[in-house]
């Protein structure tokens, strides 16, 4: 209702929930002298010589349109990098599309693969925004349940039972967030013959891949007959601190991403310029503050683990990769939503509820390890005592 008339009815987009994760940011908001383990974000400042190559192109006027697709030296260091690293050559010229974010680059995948009704399986637990992705595009999610004894990755079994005439893609994210799962050759073998045996697309996210502490990392595009069907997705802002640069990138076969840049045209046209500039130093010369960071975080991860150990009820299965320890709290005997806002009022201690993430996080909280290791030693401390007190 607005001035006394009634309105049509908005979009069905506008029905989508908040997310839990926001949800107990926004409960922690007035409250002093919290610890909040509840962010995926590095504590990190970006790297001088980032910083300094956008400022450069700043100075040299770098601050009109370019291509939808990116400036061309983007492009170029994206397919150095993942050949390298990823062992998948792509062409800069047609397979490479800068985005702002990984999270438009998810987007920009979903409104290309999916008519309305068509469905993609997704983790359950998984990162909550794949739903947004898949919906606000008219697709179907379908959360695929993962379970702790796997490593909770997907198996043949689980992935093969979900599917249906109706089944577009599989989204697929390694190293893992909530859960820290790294899914290794094997899982990414059955992942990819599911795929081949249904002619299914994967868009595989892997924004954390830098982030790994054991296994091997496998990009699903390199296995046997995976990359025409598969769209990669990378972005600065983990790797090299950067989440408010908003540079991702995805990369895929000429025959699909070939067509995204249209796409791209009608929604922010083209990534901000001198921020591109950046990107490129971050991606040629950024080696050094990836081990930094990464032997930070492993420090961080092995003192997490160290607490865990010291608190009854409570358990980890130790994440391979990313930044983050999916804790089973089951033998507290508490929900996963209750346990996360007692604790915060009792303790002042922030994290998010496992059912944040979907039905199979039930029983679980997440805490980002993207904090210093003095401030993991006293928020453990804090759970600790909430604990001991149930």
Known sequence: MTGGQKMKKLSDATLLPQSGIRRMFDLAKNKENTISFVLGEPDFDTPKNVIKAAQKALEEGQTHYTDNSGILPLRQAIARETKKYDHV??????????????????????????????????????????????????????????????????????????????????LLNSPCNPTGAVAGREVMEDIARVALEHDLYVVYDAVYKHLLYEGEYVNIASLDGMKNRTIYIDSCSKTYAMTGWRIGYLAGPREIVSLMPKLQENVPSCVTTFAQYGAVEAISNGQESIKQMHDQYAERRKALLECIENIEKISCRPPKGAFYAFINIKKTGLGSEEFAERLLNQQGVVVAPGSAFGEQGEGYIRISYATSVETIRKGMERIQKFVESL
């Open 89 to 170: 050559a792509y062409n800069p010229e047609n397979e490479i599309l800068v985005c702002t974010g990984g999270m438009e680059a998810l987007y920009l995948s979903m409104a290309t693969l999916l008519d309305p009704g068509d469905e993609v399986l997704i983790s359950d637990p998984c990162y909550a925004n794949y739903y947004g992705q898949i919906s606000m595009n008219h697709g179907v999610p379908v959360p695929v349940p993962v379970y702790e004894e796997n490593g909770f990755n997907f198996t043949y079994e689980g992935l093969s039972k979900a599917v249906t005439d109706k089944t577009k893609a599989i």
